[in-house]
């Protein structure tokens, strides 16, 4: 969604800003809302106009929902058609989605291979941001969901086909011995990887899916063009729609994930950061002056905000906790 944009008033603002209305509307009208979220949410709205102009548009399309009581609210959206094939969980937030995007951008969101939380919302398996999930598929295959991630599962009698809509899954794909033999593929908005009896991850990320194979192999083919390239145990690749990047080593710190954890070697700041990002709501910055620091360790995922508050023990930084929601990592001032 980098880069995106929809419609306030007239003027164009970044999908991001948007949807981080859409989130503020979620935890206005859960009927949970704390004070310290009420007031982090004010901020929220003074810290940029583009951010008011995004809540002023939410606020009105929504249709006055949000001055409903929590429970009233939650019972409005839930009666809605685009609700009655989502969670419950989920349903306050795709409504709150759909209100910041507008239809056009609703309707575009759910083209087939589109990214975006509108069709995440809607997948067959999903996790929302710091959550993970494992599961046993139909034929013996295991699936293990990262934060933030949404897939598609489409068995047929000819294949074995997982549509990755959003974020990143792990694979340990069974072996198949019924007749015909079916194939088993994950598609992303790039193209295919098929699996060659293997164990791996593919991540969706901003304009390609990126491939690490840790047992077997897979094959990766681009949606345009003839080109494939199968990459091997303990190698990693990457492919945009229409060409494949060469494959090259990886390390297996690259699936941490899966037992709660991020490795970070001589890590830059700056991508550290965004990693954690995947697993924390809000937004978490980086000053220029200090995204080429190096940071090395193990880190739990289970406690983001210890993490962050950590850093000033091992780099010459603050963190600036803004918001709650609203994180930055700075240069150290001088005392």
């Given at each position: 969604m980098?880069?995106?944009?929809?419609?306030?008033?007239?003027?164009?603002?970044?999908?991001?800003?948007?949807?981080?209305?859409?989130?503020?509307?979620?935890t206005?009208?859960?009927?949970?809302t704390?004070?310290?979220?009420?007031?982090?949410?004010?901020?929220?709205?003074?810290a940029?106009?583009?951010?008011?102009?995004?809540?002023?548009?939410?606020?009105?399309?929504?249709?006055?929902?949000?001055?409903?009581?929590?429970p009233?609210?939650?019972?409005?959206?839930?009666?809605?058609?685009?609700?009655?094939?989502?969670?419950?969980r989920?349903?306050?937030?795709?409504l709150?989605?759909?209100?910041?995007?507008?239809?056009?951008?609703w309707?575009g969101?759910?083209?087939?291979?589109?990214?975006?939380?509108?069709?995440?919302?809607?997948?067959d398996?999903?996790?929302?941001?710091?959550?993970?999930?494992e599961?046993?598929?139909?034929?013996?295959?295991?699936?293990?969901?990262?934060?933030?991630?949404?897939?598609?599962?489409?068995?047929?009698?000819?294949q074995?086909?997982?549509?990755?809509?959003?974020?990143?899954?792990?694979?340990?794909?069974?072996?198949?011995?019924?007749?015909?033999?079916?194939?088993?593929?994950?598609?992303?908005?790039?193209?295919?990887?098929q699996?060659?009896g293997t164990?791996y991850?593919?991540?969706?990320?901003d304009?390609?899916?990126?491939?690490?194979?840790?047992?077997?192999?897979v094959?990766?083919?681009p949606?345009?063009?003839?080109?494939?390239?199968?990459?091997?145990?303990?190698q990693?690749?990457?492919?945009?729609?229409?060409?494949?990047?060469?494959?090259?080593?990886?390390s297996?710190?690259?699936?941490?994930?899966?037992?709660?954890?991020?490795?970070?070697?001589a890590?830059p700041?700056?991508?550290?950061?965004?990693?954690l990002?995947?697993?924390?709501?809000?937004?978490?910055?980086?000053?220029?002056?200090?995204?080429?620091?190096?940071?090395?360790?193990?880190?739990?995922?289970?406690?983001?905000?210890?993490?962050?508050?950590?850093?000033?023990?091992?780099l010459?930084?603050?963190?600036?906790?803004?918001?709650?929601?609203w994180?930055?990592?700075?240069?150290?001032?001088?005392?």
């Open positions: 980098r880069g995106a944009t929809v419609y306030a008033q007239g003027q164009p603002i970044d999908l991001a800003v948007a949807m981080q209305a859409a989130e503020w509307l979620t206005l009208m859960s009927g949970e704390t004070p310290a979220e009420k007031t982090a949410w004010q901020q929220w709205r003074q940029h106009p583009d951010h008011e102009r995004a809540w002023r548009h939410i606020e009105s399309v929504s249709g006055g929902l949000r001055e409903l009581d929590g009233a609210s939650r019972q409005a959206l839930l009666q809605s058609p685009l609700s009655r094939s989502v969670s419950r989920g349903s306050l937030r795709l709150a989605w759909v209100s910041a995007i507008g239809i056009t951008g309707f969101a759910r083209s087939e291979y589109a990214p975006g939380m509108a069709r995440a919302a809607l997948a398996l999903s996790t929302g941001v710091g959550e993970r999930r599961l046993t598929l139909a034929d013996g295959s295991r699936l293990h969901l990262n934060s933030g991630s949404a897939v598609n599962i489409r068995y047929t009698d000819t074995r086909l997982l549509q990755l809509v959003r974020g990143e899954v792990f694979i340990a794909t069974a072996r198949e011995t019924g007749r015909p033999y079916r194939p088993f593929l994950v598609e992303t908005a790039q193209g295919q990887a699996a060659l164990r991850s593919v991540r969706q990320a304009g390609s899916t990126l491939v690490a194979v840790e047992e077997g192999a094959r990766l083919m949606r345009q063009g003839d080109c494939s390239l199968v990459i091997q145990a303990g990693g690749g990457g492919m945009t729609a229409r060409s494949i990047g060469p494959a090259h080593a990886v297996p710190d690259i699936w941490a994930w899966r037992q709660g954890l991020l490795l970070a070697d890590m700041l700056r991508d550290f950061l965004h990693e990002s995947r697993y924390r709501h809000g937004l978490l910055g980086c000053d220029d002056a200090v995204a080429g620091l190096r940071i090395s360790g193990v880190f739990p995922l289970a406690d983001l905000d210890a993490v962050l508050l950590s850093l000033p023990d091992s010459p930084v603050d963190v600036r906790l803004r918001t709650r929601y994180v930055q990592v700075e240069a150290r001032r001088q005392r």
